[in-house]
């Protein structure tokens, strides 16, 4: 059974971010504190990529057609990776 420590606002973690955060626990004062700005920082930087994709979903389906377009056209050539 979940600790009442990772009851949130009635949502309840997975067993997998519970024992991340059960480990955490053990963690020293600073190391903890270093581990909750990394999380959030990472939350952070995934929210603003989301926000940016998002805005720029019309942008991005235009230039796929643009490169399907020109695919089509014969425009484009085969990547050669070891030709690089």
């Known amino acids: 059974?979940?600790?009442?420590l990772f009851h949130l606002k009635g949502k309840i973690m997975t067993e997998l971010?519970?024992?991340a955060f059960t480990q955490a626990?053990?963690?020293s004062d600073i190391e903890q504190n270093?581990?909750?700005k990394w999380i959030l920082a990472e939350m952070d930087s995934?929210?603003?990529w989301n926000?940016?994709?998002?805005?720029s979903e019309?942008?991005?389906s235009?230039?796929?057609?643009?490169?399907?377009?020109e695919h089509k056209a014969g425009k484009t050539q085969r990547l050669e990776p070891d030709n690089l």
């Open 1 to 4: 059974m979940l600790h009442p």
């Open 51 to 55: 926000r940016a994709f998002a805005r």
């Open 17 to 19: 971010l519970e024992r």
């Open 46 to 48: 995934e929210q603003c």
């Open 62 to 69: 235009r230039l796929a057609d643009e490169a399907l377009a």
């Open 34 to 36: 270093l581990f909750a």
């Open 58 to 60: 019309d942008l991005l």
């Open 25 to 27: 626990s053990k963690f």
